[in-house]
């Protein structure tokens, strides 16, 4: 197991890059820490298999460091740095046993025979495949060929991590929580370093006690999954995480806040004074539907909007409002109602209430 430090990385696929488009990987620092249950997140071609492959070796980055607790290995092959990494589709020998496919990475090191023996029926009583140890791997559904497949990555006692890139892409629904929720056992049994590269936040945050999320080549937010609902760290965080995602509205700097049409939003002091701070037009306000209050009667803190919809989602309900020139969600209890075009008064508690500048999120010590 190590520490999986990444310095100044970046890479490109373009011979000689010329500006930041040309990047599957922006430069960015980043530490992925020994025994961590990880998972990385972000939409199609943000990066993320590229990240992984820099990791395990499959491909050299074109800048920065690859370092495993502390020492360089950007010139090793995956063999030498030890990583086991399961992909989106099995990867296993269709001729060989089951038992034969779990023990060929441990035959490779040559471990014996006895200690093969013992570590493939505990990787496969977890897996719970060990009725099929002695069967053909060809004969084996799909979702049984991907658990032999995470069990040839399991397996080793000696990996540096295992980094997962989407390995249930191709399992039954029903089955995805399920092996989930093992892999994440698996963890907790054998303390081992895990990476596991999704594009399903669901899948990040059931797995994963961080999630690093990826937006463009660049790692912009890396944290709890409640960090990332209650305090997005980049916009593109806010809109991925939640469903529906974080109300984001662009404004304009106003005394004591923002405004967008002619809804003015006072602002707190601090929020007021880095805005007077940071010269970038690129303002936004945002808000999560879940922290956006409804009530019956204005007062100073409200503003009014127009009701467009309601849909009723069993144990809660999402409404749409109008507001000024922008539309926003609203997540209510089960027995809210409101007609279509009433009026209700919207506030936006102050603490739920975040800004970004450039794209980021402004904190209150900057
Ligand atoms: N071998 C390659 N040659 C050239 N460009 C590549 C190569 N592999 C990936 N890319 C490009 O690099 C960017 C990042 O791709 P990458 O596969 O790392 O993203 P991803 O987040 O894993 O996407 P997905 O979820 O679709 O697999 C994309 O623009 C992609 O087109």
């Known amino acids: 197991m190590a520490e999986i430090q990444l310095k100044s990385l970046a890479h490109s696929y373009v011979s000689a890059p010329t500006g930041p488009d040309d990047y599957a990987i ?32 499959l491909v050299q980055p074109s800048e920065g460091d690859v370092l495993f607790d502390g020492k360089r290995v950007n010139e090793l092959s995956p063999r030498d740095r030890n990583i086991a990494q399961v992909f989106q589709f099995p990867v296993i020998y269709d001729s060989m046993t089951v038992f034969d496919n779990l023990a060929f990475p441990l035959k490779n090191n040559k471990i ?47 990996v540096s991590a295992i980094l997962f890139d989407e390995p249930l892409t191709v399992i039954d629904p029903q089955l995805k929580w399920k092996l989930r929720r093992k892999l994440k056992q698996i963890h907790e049994q054998f303390d081992i370093t895990m990476v596991y590269v999704t594009h399903d936040q669901l899948e990040a945050s059931t797995f ?36 529906p995602g974080m ?6 700097r106003c005394p004591r806040g923002v405004c967008f049409g002619s809804i003015v939003v006072p602002l707190d002091s601090w929020k007021v004074e880095a805005l007077q701070r940071l010269k970038s037009g690129n303002i936004k306000i945002g808000i999560r539907p879940e922290f956006v209050e409804i009530s019956a009667q204005p007062s100073d803190e409200t503003f009014e909007a127009e009701v467009r919809d ?6 809660y309900k999402i ?31 102050s603490q739920w209430l975040m800004l970004y500048v450039d794209e980021f999120l402004i904190k209150e010590q900057e």
Request: proline fraction near 4%.
């Open 247 to 252: 109300n984001l509205i662009e404004v304009q």
């Open 208 to 243: 994963a006690d961080k999630i690093a999320v990826m937006y463009g080549g660049q790692i912009v937010q890396f944290g709890t999954p409640t960090e990332l609902f209650e305090r997005p760290n980049h916009t593109f965080v806010g809109f991925f995480i939640g469903s």
């Open 310 to 315: 309601v849909e009723d989602l069993g144990t």
């Open 112 to 158: 014996p025979a006895s200690k093969i023996k013992a570590r493939v029926h505990e990787i496969a009583e977890v897996l719970e495949i060990e009725d099929k140890l002695y069967k053909k791997a060809k004969n084996l559904t799909a979702d049984e060929k991907q658990k032999v497949s995470m069990g040839r990555g399991l397996v080793r006692e000696d």
């Open 26 to 57: 922006r430069q960015l620092d980043h530490v992925w820490h020994k025994g961590g249950a990880y998972a990385l997140l972000g939409p199609s071609g943000c990066g993320k298999s590229t990240m992984l492959n820099i990791i395990s070796g």
């Open 319 to 349: 409404v749409t409002v109008q507001l000024g020139p922008e539309i926003l969600k609203v997540r209510q209890n089960e027995d809210f109602s409101a007609d279509i075009g009433s009026r209700v008064h919207l506030s936006f508690p």
